[in-house]
């Protein structure tokens, strides 16, 4: 098993960037692809984008508001995961969440069902 903690998110003015980090502990984390989902308001979780457990792989939402703005990397020798978030806009609020399943899973990254481990989430909000 491995816990996932989040952190690196707070109130950031429209067109910022910022760097979200989801720490892992427990089991190797090195074999372990990971993902970051995003909840707004009234929303289910929303897949952002994922990276395989070598770092070489990386997946990321088809959403026109997460193309070329997001980028995802890891760093297995401190067991962390980053999501890279640049030109903030209003429409990237809500809280960040990290996911994890060891291997590649089994199933669509879209869906949170396939990701059994997950973080307390990290509260980002974007103002104008």
């Known amino acids: 098993q491995v816990q996932l903690v989040e952190s690196g998110g707070g109130l950031v003015q429209a067109g910022a960037s910022l760097r979200l980090s989801c720490a892992a502990s427990g089991r190797s984390f090195n074999s372990y692809t990971t993902a970051w989902f995003r909840q707004t308001p009234g929303q289910g979780r929303e897949f952002v984008a994922a990276v395989d457990w070598t770092g070489d792989r990386k997946y990321y939402a088809d959403s026109v508001h997460v193309k070329g703005r997001f980028a995802i990397s890891r760093d297995n020798a401190k067991n962390t995961v980053y999501l890279d978030v640049n030109s903030l806009i209003r429409e990237d609020t809500g809280v960040y969440y990290c996911?994890?399943?060891?291997?590649?899973?089994?199933?669509?990254?879209?869906?949170?069902?396939?990701?059994?481990?997950w973080g307390q989430g990290t509260q980002v909000t974007v103002s104008s």
């Open positions: 996911a994890s399943v060891e291997g590649s899973g089994s199933g669509s990254y879209y869906s949170p069902l396939i990701w059994p481990y």
